[in-house]
């Protein structure tokens, strides 16, 4: 998707907050959206919203001393959401469909985003997650769910597209379960090539353990996203030759929902705009297949 | 109050939201958004937001093509809220303690603000307050209601800053209770004395008839706001004069918070951030004594 100009009064709030965590002093946090607010002018909205939060990105970069602002935080992540594996683990395997349960698992472990929310109390929400009865989030919702099954089946080599730290621990319990059905994949699980906000590097894939169920690969970017033009051609060579996309986050739905290929797109709705653009409500989790979507809009288009 | 680098995003919101209103087309939003960042740079953060604001809409005045593009939406909250005089009469007519009344109403009034919201239906809005019972939204807020009926009591001179169109018809309902309880005070209504945003000018005084209680004047400025530095000498003159100060909604209450004669704000809490600097919650109605608050503060500060 294009980049709104509703988008642009966010990107600031995320560039202070961001700022905030970085531990930035006023006028640090004065100059950051100085930096961000020359560039808007000669911003083209026609990109997609992480190709440009990632401007306001590299202010902050510029500014911390470290070279990795959100690294304590994913770290803290990591670990509170490591703690629920097995509990993660427990409630798929009392589930009726556990393909299904570990679905809404992997989507609902999207709340751990701060790109959209400063103040997050991972832990509470981590176990607000496991209160829920399996099912409970289904109605009314994005959830193409037998589409994901079939192309399961069929698919040989699949591309699983990482979001945030900590998220990366219920993607473990999804591609555990995708393994379980499905025995001989080659399943890839893509993470940044370096550090933006809180999304998940090769670090953090090792540290929640994804590495045992998959190849953990970098898209070669630092995109709060899965911007084409700026991931590296062996990212770009596996993208095309998998036939099975599954994409974690709006970042990577921003940035990927006008492909052509098919993908699945599991996130947690988090701004009205992507909301918009998904068909989806504000809150919802999602796992949206594009070509689905697409034959629908068009459909509806028609009549 | 100074301006927060949090007030950032959300002048850029409300640029966006005012561009939607005066129809600008997609490629004139980019401009105001363009033109909007291009100032930021330069801006002081201790001016208030309403003197920061006003930049904001100088570029949506340039860019329509009418010279008050909220006219259309000013003359009709004026109609809606007029059709209302005789239910607010009425309801304070029928109420325990009438100034009371009509006090909570003026603040509830304070509703019809698009510089806030966009989408708003003010005839919706109007009649859930009268709906509400009699001090129902008394509880747990700021009102200093003792403090406004003592200082009423001995003021000879009144200034009433007035904020929206339509609100005007609530002002004029407290205005009259006033009139009732002490006859002879000399009572000034100040409005703006250029288009902005929904802001009441000397049209919508008249139009909602508050001259029959009240002299009209104009405050010499556009600023959505009080910015003293920015009034005429005329209006200075008058405010200085005035042993009471009646100051609506949270922009007169931006511009003004610290000044150090006494003054009463009442407004509606519309912003995260004018609530941390008036103490209150997000919502709530506040009718703030400013020299109350003041020693309050102080004495928590010692304490």
Partial sequence: MKTYLDCIPCFFRQALEGARIIKASPEQQKQIIDGFARKIPGISLEASPPEIARFGYAFLKKISSEGDPYKEIKQ???????RLLGKLRDKVARSRNRLLAALELAI????????VKNHLDVGAELKKILARKNGSVCRKRIFHYPEFRRALKTAEDILYLADNAGEVVFDRVLIEEIRQEC???????????GPIINDALF?????CGIDKSAEVISNGTEAPGTVLDLCSREFRRIYKRCDMVISKGQGNFESLSDERRPIFFLFMVKCPVVAEAAGARMGQIVLLY?????NKRRTSLRT
Avoid at 108 to 115: E, K
């Fill in 76 to 82: 803290k992540s990591n670990r509170i959401a490591l």
């Fill in 108 to 115: 609902a472990g999207n709340i751990i985003d701060f790109g």
């Fill in 183 to 193: 025995p001989d994949k080659n399943i890839y699980y893509a993470v940044k090539d």
């Fill in 203 to 207: 670090e953090d894939a090792y540290a």
């Fill in 290 to 294: 594009n070509l689905k979507q697409r």
